[in-house]
């Protein structure tokens, strides 16, 4: 009896100090995790990223590198969001768009860049600017834990890897209602009070809690008002290379063209 007893002992001994047992996520909370990111990101400085947007059958590919920082996000981008590869630089506030040169005479400009803006009054704003303004927005994760600091809530959390990286991986699920403004994917404000409910976005954050990948599943925004499912809708944003050396600068001003109305 006494060996039996010594022995349970020293098995429960051995799984208080099995090495092989995960600690739990850091974060039960949306807000702590959102600023804890938040303040990961500005002290990376930078990173490469990649974006995949899919709504049902179209899809478009991004890819660029951005520059962090307490006055805000500059990034460089290529996508293929009109069907052809377009650059796009976000700098000092300023979204700049390199047309393509078979396009410039459509958009009135000889020049290759030109500034866009949602509110902007020429046609290529107009058709553009907003689309092109939420595409730049997705990519800068600070916009995303802003919105997931505001109305998120987690509902999981696991640590794991993503690509070999290890990761602390949250689902978390943000309320349309207490967003405000702030919206996703364009979504205009007046209809909030149709849609109503909630979407899910997923985080993965690396050790000192930058953000790895993030997902933005807005498939519910696009299901039907008698709750039939709509098209399926994800952005998804990959961060690489945390705190390498960047190339972020607006385009030089001889170089843009000014849009008229």
Avoid at 209 to 215: A, D, K, T, Y
């Amino acid at each position: 009896m006494r060996k039996a007893a010594v022995v349970l002992l020293l098995a429960l001994l051995a799984g208080a100090c099995d090495s092989s047992a995960s600690p739990p996520p850091t974060f039960t909370d949306a807000r702590a995790l959102a600023d804890a990111a938040t303040a990961a990101t500005t002290s990376g400085g930078s990173a490469k990223f990649a974006t995949d947007v899919a709504v049902g059958s179209v899809r478009s590919k991004g890819q660029g590198q951005a520059r962090f920082g307490a006055g805000g996000t500059s990034q460089v981008m290529t996508t293929d969001f009109i069907g052809e590869p377009m650059e796009l630089r976000l700098v000092a506030g300023k979204l700049y768009a390199k047309v393509p040169e078979g396009s410039r005479d459509q958009v009135g400009t000889a020049k290759p860049w030109v500034e866009v803006a949602p509110d902007g009054t020429d046609p290529f704003s107009q058709v553009l600017g907003g689309s092109l303004g939420q595409l730049a927005a997705q990519n800068d994760p600070a916009h995303t834990l802003g919105e997931v600091a505001a109305a998120g809530t987690i509902v999981s959390a696991e640590r794991g890897d993503l690509g070999g990286v290890a990761a602390e991986h949250y689902r978390v699920d943000l309320d349309l209602a207490k967003l405000g403004a702030d919206l996703p994917a364009g979504l205009a404000a007046d209809e909030v009070g149709q849609l109503g409910g909630k979407f899910p976005v997923e985080l993965w954050l690396d050790d000192t809690h930058r953000p790895l990948q993030i997902v933005l599943d807005l498939s519910p925004i696009l299901a039907g008002s008698d709750g039939s499912p709509g098209s399926g809708a994800k952005i998804t944003t990959r961060y690489t290379e945390w705190g390498a050396p960047v190339d972020v600068q607006a385009p030089p001003p001889d170089q843009v063209g000014t849009l008229t109305p």
